[in-house]
């Protein structure tokens, strides 16, 4: 079992703690907990050295937008003897409570992957149906994607947030801390 930790739990404790953002880079970029280190969800396996050294270290927190990536990346830690704190509520949680976020230089604030994939699944869906009317059999395409919404909600998985993970506005910004180096630094602090 994960152990929540609230953002007026985690403010006092930034810098005695090492907190891991697990959005998309674009994301991380547009706005993130001062401290945090960015480790997207999909490279949670490749970092798992790096994190069971910082875990020896310092209580371990990890934060989304809103905290469901936060909390399967506390699942996926668990299963590998990793334990860490969730920050309940994510990123949003933190910006609604009046506190400041950190930017990469030049970085523009980027949609909440959630807010993305609901975004690209309604057009399809929406293309799909209004398609349907000038091509009958159309609508299959919106049913594929209903059955793919279906399919993420029973796996906790999201293959079309890992596809729209992959636009060029979701990838690391120039300048911007590659995971290369977070890696190096969570294995040498």
Not at 72 to 100: D, K, M, P, R
Not at 125 to 154: E, K, Q, T
Not at 155 to 173: E, I, K, Q, V
Request: charged share 15%; net charge positive; with cysteine.
């Amino acid at each position: 079992m994960t152990a929540p930790l609230t953002v007026e739990q985690l403010k006092p404790r930034l810098g005695q703690l090492t907190l891991i953002d697990v959005r998309s880079p674009g994301e991380y970029a547009g706005g993130h907990i001062p401290g945090a280190l960015n480790i997207p969800l999909d490279q949670l396996d490749r970092a798992l050295p790096a994190l069971r050294a910082a875990a020896g270290r310092n209580d371990l927190a990890v934060v989304c937008a809103a905290g469901q990536r936060a909390q399967s990346a506390c699942e996926q830690l668990a299963e590998a003897g990793i334990t860490a704190l969730v920050v309940t509520g994510g990123t949003n949680a933190w910006t609604g409570a009046g506190h400041a976020v950190d930017r990469v230089a030049g970085a523009r604030p980027v949609w909440a992957m959630d807010r993305q994939v609901r975004l690209a699944a309604g057009s399809i869906v929406l293309l799909g149906v209004l398609a349907d009317l000038a091509r009958p059999g159309a609508r299959w395409v919106s049913a594929a994607v209903g059955g793919g919404l279906v399919f993420s909600a029973l796996t906790n998985s999201c293959a079309m947030g890992a596809l729209l993970g992959r636009l060029p506005y979701n990838r690391p910004r120039p300048g911007a801390p590659t995971l290369d180096d977070t890696l190096a630094l969570l294995t040498t602090v």
